[in-house]
């Protein structure tokens, strides 16, 4: 089983810059790939980014594309999501997700540990 915390969402003017963080426990990250999601009310959850168990792949919604970086961190067991130039339309409930020996896919379905999410709102 693998437990994840996500902690660093806040309030935020348009423009500004939050990183959040996914700490895991339970098992090591280094086996896992992780992907960041959000929703927005009455939206679907949708994949921001995710990163491959590996570190050698990633991916990015093309809305969060050169804003937005996915890291991680074996020996602290974290992974990060650096959010730069953020929007207004950046508001929602950020989730990570974990998926053993995955590939970084923005598919939902491929993760099977969340957690519990954090809300990021950007204010203009």
């Known amino acids: 089983q693998v437990q994840l915390v996500e902690s660093g969402g806040g309030l935020v003017q348009a423009g500004g810059s939050l990183r959040l963080s996914c700490a895991a426990s339970?098992?090591?990250?280094?086996?896992?790939?992780t992907g960041w999601f959000r929703q927005a009310p009455g939206k679907p959850r949708e994949c921001v980014a995710a990163?491959?168990?590996?570190?050698?792949?990633?991916y990015y919604a093309d809305s969060v594309k050169g804003r937005f970086t996915i890291s991680k961190d074996n020996a602290k067991n974290t992974v990060y999501l650096q959010m730069n130039s953020l929007k207004v339309e950046d508001t929602a409930v950020y989730y990570c997700?974990?998926?053993?020996w995955g590939s970084g896919s923005r598919d939902r379905t491929h993760y099977n540990y969340w957690g519990q999410g954090t809300q990021v709102t950007v204010s203009s």
């Open positions: 997700a974990a998926a053993q």
């Open positions: 339970g098992r090591t990250l280094s086996s896992y790939g």
């Open positions: 990163i491959s168990w590996s570190g050698s792949s990633t």
